[in-house]
């Protein structure tokens, strides 16, 4: 009797001790909540050359390019100059976002959301030729 009276005592001791020490483990691990779940990417300083000429190069040269352009050459969208009379018009991010009204481009499936955000923040700062 005597004895698992000084065993659960004991054990209760032990159970104490582990419930401190994962408190401790939360409250620290909750410390670093922002290092285990950082925020969002967010997407700014975007540059034409670095960040936009890429995806065009990679999702629209194929019909758009200065030597291979769609409807005989009207609709070039290589280069800064030629893109941005497409940004002007206001029809860039209707056709990249498949708006109504807009042709879907490119034709063949959606740029990835990323992508379709990275252009909306280079217009959004103002489409510079960077
Ligand atoms: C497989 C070929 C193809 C690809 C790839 C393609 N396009 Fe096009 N695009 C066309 C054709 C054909 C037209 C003209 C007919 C039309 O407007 O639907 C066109 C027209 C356009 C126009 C003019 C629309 C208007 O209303 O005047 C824009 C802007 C455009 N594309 C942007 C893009 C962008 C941006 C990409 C890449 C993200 C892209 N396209 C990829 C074939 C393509």
């Not at 032990?14 to 969002?40: D, H, K, M, Q, Y």
Request: glycine share 6%; with cysteine; aromatic share 10%.
């Amino acid at each position: 009797m005597n004895f698992l009276a000084f065993f659960s005592r004991k054990s209760l001791l032990i159970w104490i001790g582990v419930c401190t020490c994962l408190f401790c483990i939360i409250s620290c691990s909750s410390e670093n909540e922002e290092e285990l779940f950082p925020a969002p990417m967010v997407l700014e300083d975007i540059s034409y050359l670095t960040n936009i000429e890429p995806i065009l190069q990679n999702n629209c040269y194929g019909c758009h390019s200065m030597a291979n352009s769609v409807n005989g050459g009207e609709h070039v969208l290589e280069g800064y100059t030629e893109l941005k009379k497409f940004v002007d018009q206001e029809k860039l991010l209707g056709v990249i976002r498949y708006e109504d009204g807009f042709s879907q481009m490119p034709p063949f499936g959606m740029l990835s959301a990323t992508q379709i955000e990275t252009i909306e923040v280079w217009i959004e700062e103002g489409a510079l030729d960077n």
